[in-house]
């Protein structure tokens, strides 16, 4: 359950949100959840970097430890790395044995391609493709490695008959034979294999069989041998008569999937509609990992159909096809006797590209990794498929969920990526073991991760540090590199090569991805990993705390904590007494009780009556028997304010409350001080004319009675400031760390110091904020149906105004003199605070009167609009529209749109809607500010003007609620509309219906606004084929580009 969160910068300050922390859990399992993706936390991962110009791609040679960046004019560079700690350049001399008889120039020719492969048990080769500059001529050099010396000597070339469009090469370490193959211009395959014959290097040539139809592009990958085999009818019926002996359950399952003889024809049927996908890959197995000892070579071609064709490596023969359009199919499956449905195509699109790859955590032959098969068209659009067989039967590849865009903005083709002439540098790169995993990293507009954690495809978003807004592909070159690893982990590494602002390079030795796929976490469904930090205690509040003591790389946080504490009640199983004592005691309480009665017959005490009477109720003697058990504990709860530190989430100090004390909120804030007329001279003299704050942390809390008596509550307001002091003791180890020098320095402790507190008599503190007017910043102090206003002065809070809610107060938003106040009972009341007169003033109010949760605010331009979350998991967006007829001069808030939300929030928090040309950078500030003065700027004066909120929800989930300019949302709703009636839903149920506003059973009867956009429907747009995408988006006036450019914004404004 998720309740409160933070975020480790505060984004009305200007700043933006790298992560997002939630609150979650209870008790002993009690914790943080933190939202993240790769490459937005800290630089802690990163092992080394250097800046580099003009690199088109980068290779490893982990044999050689050889790292080899590709240039984009001419020539190639090249890193080495001997000690496994960094790398450096290095010279030809040093790494190539007789370098100066090599046929090719490593400063002036073009390296389209390195690879490695163990032609014999104990024997690497490095595989380098070279264009020659001089001779235009491409060739294929073969170059041994020495294992002492790590040096390449040439063995063997084979030329190519032209600079190839795609090449690609894979190599069979069991059968020692190495393949590849080159796709050119006239779409025409050549296909070779390499292998050590008399202890030579030896390029065979393979003839493909005639290609029907010219070719868009190659892949070549390793799968087992048996992956493409299928029984034959009479085992296939013989299977099935085994299977329908053993088990009928199986039997109506496989004939309500295969219903007629001719079980493959039927299954084409099946499969061709998008419904039975997933009911396919549910019923089927996916395929494991490859098994070294049954392995073989496949090289995939696609058509400019669409079609898709493998054939053996080793001889050249055809072993599966698909004659459906890979670009739009539902799935992809081998064609039998009976005529398969044709699909929509709609618009002609070809596959450019396409990678083979098994995906999962790399723990031996595991039921958890997957093949995979991913494809890019000339659109910009990706599709992913995974791969399932049934024992007998042809292997089928189902359609995976993929509603991530990808595709660029209009404006990032300022300066596209160029290539080695003709040849097309591939951005899917297929990893093996990254951090214990193998995936595929794509490298396209918008990067991404492709990993399997629990059995699923889930896709993961890869940011970028300072990268560049301007450029088409953002990160040049990806490669793994096992030959470094970082100290805390002896997982592989991976080097990458990212275009930073201002139309730089960096080149960067990334550790891993020990932030996602280690720890206790997760990779939810919605592209982003949740990791939990266990503390063993609920978690109420989070609050970061911006001081100078807290840093990017050890960030300070306050926690508001609550802890139970078991009291023992065993001193209550035995009352003291001997068997004597107890019968004397007895004898004694019936004496007393007896002369009671006798003196209130004859005095007539009746109106004492029930006096005594009680007494003799509570003081009767109840004689304890441990045969029926033992007087069982209780637990106390009780609160604390914990100062933690982010890195390693290790406790720095605890504060307890008193007894009976409840925090309810907490805040970090700054307020102005008092300042002498001498001392604003001497500011004002200097320039300077910004009033003196100072920072604070402040906590509002309640106390009840310990009995719970109906006693009227109150609260207390804490101010902690932040403090800094040196170790007491020297000889701690803990407390000295390494400066940059390496010299040992006496680390400070960092503590929170009790500054101010005071009462409130008027209820609990439940809401405490900031209100920043110019010349003076107040507190604002919600304490049950009251509104304070305080100032900082004389060092303690003075009251300087108020305001009367109605009933209890739960959350206050400030933005700039205005305030919203959040009444659980009453709605939501918009304030303005007049500095002058010093008093709050109503400005408008929701006279619906809903039990309201929480409540938030959205920008965009110089609009404004509050969106309130109420018990029946409902939210409206509210406006203050004085010109509005309904809002009787503008005395009431008019209600502009309403929504179902299906799950409640405590608590929503604003954060900045990212703009789709920077979404991908971890550094959003400075990618945002390097936007001015370029095509981007509009983008960059909306990302300034709008605000969204986001917001966790107690099932487990997050969420966004974003404002979208009108043009965009017309034609988003008008898409939502048809898309609710045209595709089918779960169950049947009705999305519109879900969606649906509930009413509170008090509301007064309202028009429903339906203006709020569903964006888990819209996102299904993305893995419809092309032609049902065309045919929803003719239906409303518009195009395809058009609609997916808006869900491109849309993704990047809920972008963490």
Request: hydrophobic residues 35%; glycine residues 6%.
């Amino acid at each position: 359950t998720i309740n409160k969160s933070s975020s480790t910068e505060t984004a009305w300050k200007g700043k933006l949100a790298s992560e997002r922390i939630f609150c979650s859990g209870y008790g002993r399992e009690g914790g943080l959840s933190i939202l993240s993706t790769p490459g937005s936390s800290s630089s802690s991962c990163f092992l080394a970097e250097i800046d580099v110009a003009n690199v088109d791609d980068v290779f490893t040679l982990p044999t050689a430890k050889l790292t080899l960046l590709s240039r984009r004019d001419k020539g190639f560079l090249l890193l080495a790395s001997s000690s496994g700690d960094g790398i450096e350049e290095a010279a030809t001399a040093t790494l190539f044995s007789k370098s100066s008889s090599l046929p090719f120039d490593p400063s002036t020719d073009v390296l389209l391609s390195a690879s490695e492969a163990n032609l014999t048990a104990n024997k690497f080769y490095a595989f380098l493709t070279i264009k020659i500059s001089k001779s235009n001529e491409t060739s294929v050099f073969a170059f041994s490695i020495d294992s002492k010396t790590s040096k390449l000597a040439l063995v063997a070339t084979q030329p190519l008959k032209a600079t190839p469009k795609n090449l690609s090469l894979a190599s069979d370490a069991h059968r020692h034979c190495l393949g590849a193959a080159a796709l050119y211009d006239d779409r025409t395959v050549d296909l070779f294999k390499v292998e050590l014959k008399k202890s030579k290097v030896v390029f065979t040539p393979s003839k493909l069989p005639s290609l029907a139809q010219k070719s868009t592009a190659i892949y070549m990958f390793l799968q087992n041998d048996t992956l493409f085999e299928s029984s034959s009818p009479d085992s296939s019926a013989t299977t099935t008569t085994t299977t329908t002996t053993s088990s009928s359950d199986d039997s109506d399952d496989l004939n309500h999937l295969y219903r007629q003889s001719s079980e493959s024809a039927q299954t084409s049927d099946n499969l061709m509609d998008p419904a039975n996908v997933a009911a396919y890959s549910l019923s089927s197995v996916g395929i494991s990992d490859v098994n070294p000892a049954s392995s073989n070579l496949y090289l995939s071609v696609v058509s400019e159909t669409g079609s898709l064709s493998i054939y053996d490596v080793y001889d050249s023969s055809l072993v599966w096809s698909c004659e459906s359009n890979l670009a739009f199919s539902p799935c992809l499956l081998k064609p039998t006797t009976q005529k398969t449905p044709p699909t929509r195509n709609g618009t002609e699109a070809t596959v450019t590209e396409l990678a083979f790859f098994i995906a999962g955590a790399n723990v031996g032959y595991s039921e958890m990794r997957s093949l995979y098969v991913i494809m890019r068209t000339s659109l910009n659009d990706v599709s992913l498929y995974a791969g399932r067989k049934k024992p007998g039967r042809e292997v089928v590849f189902a359609k995976c969920n993929f509603s991530t865009v990808i595709r660029p903005v209009n404006e990032a083709k300022v300066h596209p990526s160029p290539h080695a002439g003709s040849f097309e540098r591939p951005k899917f790169k297929p990893f093996k073991n990254i951090s214990g995993h193998s995936g595929l990293f794509a490298a396209l507009a918008r990067p991404f991760w492709v990993l399997n954690e629990r059995g699923g495809a889930n896709v993961l978003p890869q940011k970028i540090r300072f990268a560049d807004h301007a450029c088409a592909f953002p990160i040049a070159g990806f490669a793994e590199c096992s030959f470094l690893s970082s100290p805390t982990s002896k997982a592989s590494s991976f080097v990458t090569v990212n275009e930073r602002v201002g139309g730089s390079q960096r080149f960067s030795v990334i550790g891993g991805l020990d932030e996602v796929l280690t720890g206790c976490g997760f990779i939810s469904t919605g592209g982003v990993h949740v990791k939990k930090i266990p503390l063993g205690v609920t978690v109420r509040d989070i609050e970061y705390i911006d001081h100078p003591t807290s840093t990017n790389e050890r960030p300070l946080y306050a926690l508001i904590v609550e802890l139970e504490d078991e009291i023992d009640m065993s001193g209550y199983d035995d009352d003291g007494f001997t068997d004597l004592e107890r019968y004397e005691h007895r004898k004694d309480k019936n004496f007393r009780r007896m002369e009671d009665v006798i003196d209130s017959d004859l005095r007539g005490h009746e109106d004492e009556f029930q006096d005594w009477a009680d007494t003799i109720k509570r003081t009767d003697y109840l004689e304890i028997n441990m045969d029926l058990g033992r007087c069982p504990n209780y637990s106390e709860k009780r609160h604390e304010l914990w100062l933690v530190e982010a890195k390693d989430w290790t406790v720095l100090s605890k504060y307890p409350m008193t007894k009976d004390e409840q925090c309810t909120t907490i805040k970090y804030i700054s307020l102005t001080e008092d300042e002498t007329e001498q001392e604003k001279a001497e500011k004002y003299a200097q320039g300077n004319y910004a009033p003196s704050t100072r920072a604070f942390l402040a906590v509002g809390t309640a106390q009840v009675d310990s009995d719970g008596d109906e006693t009227p509550a109150i609260g207390r307001i804490l101010l902690y400031e932040v403090v800094e002091s040196k170790a007491e003791s020297s000889e701690d180890k803990e407390t000295k760390i390494e400066d940059e020098e390496g010299k040992k320095k006496q680390k400070k402790i960092v503590s929170l110091s009790l500054v101010h507190e005071k009462e409130s008599r008027l209820g609990p503190v439940s809401a405490i904020n900031a209100l920043d007017c110019g010349s003076s910043i107040y507190l604002i102090v919600g304490a049950g149906s009251q509104i304070s206003m305080e100032a900082w002065q004389m060092d303690r809070l003075t009251q300087v105004g108020f305001y009367h809610a109605m009933q209890h107060v739960i959350s206050i938003e400030v933005i700039r003199s205005y305030i919203v106040l959040v009444d659980a009972y009453e709605g939501i009341r918009f304030l303005i605070w007049k500095d002058h007169d010093k008093t709050l003033n109503l400005i408008s109010r929701d006279y619906s009167l809903l039990p309201v949760f929480s409540a938030g605010m959205l920008t965009l331009g110089n609009g404004l609009a509050f969106v309130s979350h109420d018990e029946r998991e409902n939210f409206r967006v509210l406006q203050y529209a004085p010109n509005d007829a309904e809002s009787d001069g503008g005395a009431r808030l008019i209600v502009k749109a309403d929504f179902h939300m299906g799950c409640s929030a405590v608590q929503f928090s604003s954060h900045y809607c990212v703009p789709p040309a920077i979404s991908y950078s971890a550094n959003t500030t400075v990618s945002f500010a390097s936007m001015k003065g370029t095509p981007f700027e509009a983008q960059a004066r909306e990302m300034e003007e709008t605000f969204g909120l986001c917001f966790g929800t107690t099932d487990g989930g997050f969420s966004c609620v974003v404002p979208l300019p009108t043009m965009i949302f017309t034609r988003l709703q008008a898409l939502q509309n048809i898309m609710s009636n045209a595709l089918s839903s779960p169950a049947a149920c009705s999305t519109r219906g879900w969606r649906h506003y509930r009413r509170y059973h008090m509301q007064v009867i309202e028009p429903v606004k339906k203006k709020v956009l569903d964006t888990d429907l819209l996102l299904r747009f993305m893995n419809l084929e092309q032609g049902v995408q065309e045919e929803l988006c003719a239906a409303g006036g518009t195009t395809v580009d058009v609609i997916k450019d808006h869900l491109l914004l849309l993704s990047s404004y809920c972008t963490i």
